[in-house]
């Protein structure tokens, strides 16, 4: 992707607060009306002092715990939010103060909101987008006709959203975005609660429209198969901050040093063999089971090679088997660290 193009989308030093309401126990009947009237309010920082930009054509993944600022986000680029401070950038403009010219060159698939009327048959609902966006007749009956037919939904453009299956109503919201060919969609979510088939067609028709339309995407999502299949850069935002951000590809090789290790064993040749290979240092949890062995090391402090050396001097060794951690296990152990150091603070005050 050529880096010297303008951004499509820009988030400059951004910084977004809400205040909500701090609830205290008061005593007394008095305390807790004056407490009514006057109610103390507490910051949260959703965003703080966060940058990216994202170019044409890109796919990118925005990911993060829950509360960690990826919702946030997507409404600050779509316009549903203003930042509190800091530039937001779409298609040059911004998108809060012109929210009807952006809306018109962006799609929004939300996984918990529906874009379709629930007691209107979908091919009405889809009708009414056509007016909206201005899709001209001919535009609108040939992308219709194609979308529908790569992701099998003709038989129900009949139907009413409230009568279909999750999978099939996702599958005309998917629509529904890309109707009116937007330059940029955002996917929160797309395939929620979806079954393997339905999950799979979705993926591969966000992916041809990616390529072959050249449709800039981000993608928010839990599903690391998601966002495996269809995102070439990775975002990752936690407590409203930036914790990466890059290709796939230097995110596994960043945080890749650790390795899942499977020692099959006959029997011990030496007493005490389990607390020396749990004492060495970068074994994380070592479990025993069967005469299984399984744990996770860190390449960084101790070698496969010397793990393996160590284990057939004190077994008799049947099998060994090493892999590598995928995406979900390295997205896991990041925010796993986090919400353990996040857990600790808590009990500490």
């Given at each position: ?18 205040k ?17 009237l006057?109610?103390e ?12 930009d ?5 796919c ?15 409404k600050l680029?779509?316009?549903i939010l ?6 937001v950038?779409?298609?040059?403009v ?8 952006c ?7 939300f ?6 009327w629930t ?6 609902s ?6 909206m ?20 939904i003709?038989q ?17 919201e ?10 940029v969609?955002?996917?929160d979510?797309p395939?929620v609660?979806?079954?393997?088939v ?5 993926r ?6 990616n390529?072959e339309e ?12 998601d966002?495996?299949?269809?995102s ?5 935002i936690s ?21 899942k ?6 029997r ?30 860190n390449q960084?402090q101790?070698?496969?090679s010397?793990l393996?050396q160590?284990?057939m ?5 049947d ?12 997205i896991?152990e990041?925010?796993g ?13």
């Amino acid at each position: 992707m050529p880096r010297n193009q303008e951004p499509i989308a820009e988030i400059k030093n951004v910084v977004r607060v809400y205040k909500k309401p701090l609830h205290r126990p008061r005593k007394g009947a008095a305390r807790r009306f004056v407490g009514f009237l006057k109610r103390e309010k507490q910051t949260i920082r959703a965003l703080d002092d966060v940058s990216f930009d994202i170019h044409s054509g890109e796919c990118v993944a925005l990911l993060g715990p829950n509360g960690a600022g990826k919702s946030t986000t997507v409404k600050l680029l779509s316009g549903i939010l203003h930042p509190t401070s800091g530039q937001v950038r779409l298609f040059g403009v911004d998108p809060y103060h012109n929210r009807i010219a952006c809306a018109m060159r962006y799609g929004v698939v939300f996984g918990q909101r529906t874009l379709l009327w629930t007691h209107v048959p979908v091919l009405e609902s889809l009708k009414l987008y056509q007016k909206m966006y201005d899709i001209p007749k001919p535009v609108f009956n040939e992308r219709l006709k194609e979308f529908a037919g790569i992701l099998d939904i003709e038989q129900h453009l009949h139907s009413a959203p409230r009568r279909l299956s999750l999978g099939e109503r996702m599958r005309c919201e998917i629509i529904a975005a890309l109707l009116h060919q937007p330059e940029v969609i955002f996917l929160d979510e797309p395939t929620v609660g979806l079954d393997v088939v339905a999950k799979k067609r979705i993926r591969d028709f966000i992916r041809r429209v990616n390529r072959e339309e050249n449709v800039t995407v981000l993608l928010c999502s839990h599903s690391m198969r998601d966002v495996e299949e269809l995102s070439d850069r990775i975002i990752l935002i936690s407590r409203g901050n930036i914790r990466f951000d890059g290709p796939k590809r230097q995110l596994k090789r960043q945080w890749n040093n650790e390795r899942k290790v499977k020692i099959l064993y006959k029997r011990a040749t030496t007493k005490g063999w389990r607390r020396q290979l749990q004492d060495l240092p970068g074994v994380i949890n070592l479990e025993v089971n069967n005469g299984q062995i399984a744990c996770r090391i860190n390449q960084a402090q101790i070698p496969v090679s010397v793990l393996l050396q160590t284990a057939m001097t004190l077994l008799e060794v049947d099998d060994i088997e090493v892999t590598e951690p995928n995406l979900e296990d390295i997205i896991r152990e990041i925010f796993g660290d986090e919400n353990r150091s996040l857990n600790q603070t808590t009990e500490a005050h």
